[in-house]
């Protein structure tokens, strides 16, 4: 079985500012890993994806994340947020015999404060 | 091209009713995953069907079920709704097997279901 742990559920940040969202998994398989983000009453959309290859993972809107299997980790960062990032962000893991089936972490919101 | 649609966008159905929502995912994918998402339990996978076979069932009653026809669009139903159903229905739609052929999976913007 896998799970994901999203540590922080909220983390307040001003604009400009550096963040990190931090994501660890619990797998007995080789994983693959993604972060989505998802604005108000919206869907999800895809931010960026580990399937294999470089550990470190860059994706849209200036976000990048990092693999490391030894810490079971996939946090995400950015170096500078801006007002439109704020938004709830969710990890996820899956793996090569579950199909497409997407294991979530409890979701981050991120806020963003000029 | 079209993204992922799914109708209604909101319901609001008394318990004990049914209730069948509609995904139609976009052209040429064969794969298409549904999840439940409430603030309680977060996203939680219901089940994902795949060239109208399914292929993945999350741990759901049976009064959830699902279906894909020829055309890759999917249905899932809800019998004998009770209140905790309540939650924002989400559907994906990927074109391939597994993430590992390199496919990303894009979600419709929900069916929001409330039960009274």
């Known amino acids: 079985a896998q799970s994901v742990t999203q540590l922080d559920s909220q983390v307040p940040v001003f604009e400009e500012a550096p963040v990190e969202l931090r994501c660890n998994y619990s797998?007995?398989?080789?994983?693959?890993l993604f972060w989505y983000v998802q604005y108000p009453n919206q869907g999800l959309q895809l931010l960026l994806k580990y399937l294999s290859g470089s550990t470190l993972v860059k994706g849209i809107n200036g976000f990048e994340a990092e693999f490391n299997k030894s810490q079971t980790s996939f946090h995400l960062r950015k170096p500078s947020v801006h007002i439109s990032d704020t938004a709830e962000y969710f990890c996820?893991?899956?793996?090569?015999?579950?199909?497409?089936?997407?294991?979530f972490g409890g979701g981050t919101r991120l806020m963003v404060k000029p | 091209k079209a993204g992922v649609t799914q109708t209604p966008r909101y319901l609001i159905k008394t318990r004990g009713q049914q209730v069948t929502l509609s995904c139609s995912p976009i052209s040429g994918h064969r794969s298409v995953s549904w999840y439940q998402q409430t603030p309680g339990q977060g996203l939680q996978f219901l089940f994902e069907?795949?060239?109208?076979?399914?292929?993945n069932k999350g741990n759901f009653p049976g009064r959830f079920s699902g279906r894909q026809f020829s055309n890759s669009r999917s249905e899932m139903n809800v019998s004998t709704l009770e209140l905790g159903d309540s939650a924002l229905y989400l559907c994906?739609?990927?074109?391939?097997?597994?993430?590992?052929?390199?496919?990303?999976?894009?979600f419709g913007q929900g069916t929001r279901l409330t039960v009274v």
């Open positions: 996820a893991v899956t793996s090569n015999n579950a199909g497409n089936m997407l294991t």
């Open positions: 994906a739609s990927s074109q391939a097997g597994t993430p590992l052929e390199d496919t990303e999976a894009f």
């Open positions: 797998s007995s398989v080789s994983v693959y």
């Open positions: 069907y795949f060239s109208e076979t399914q292929r």
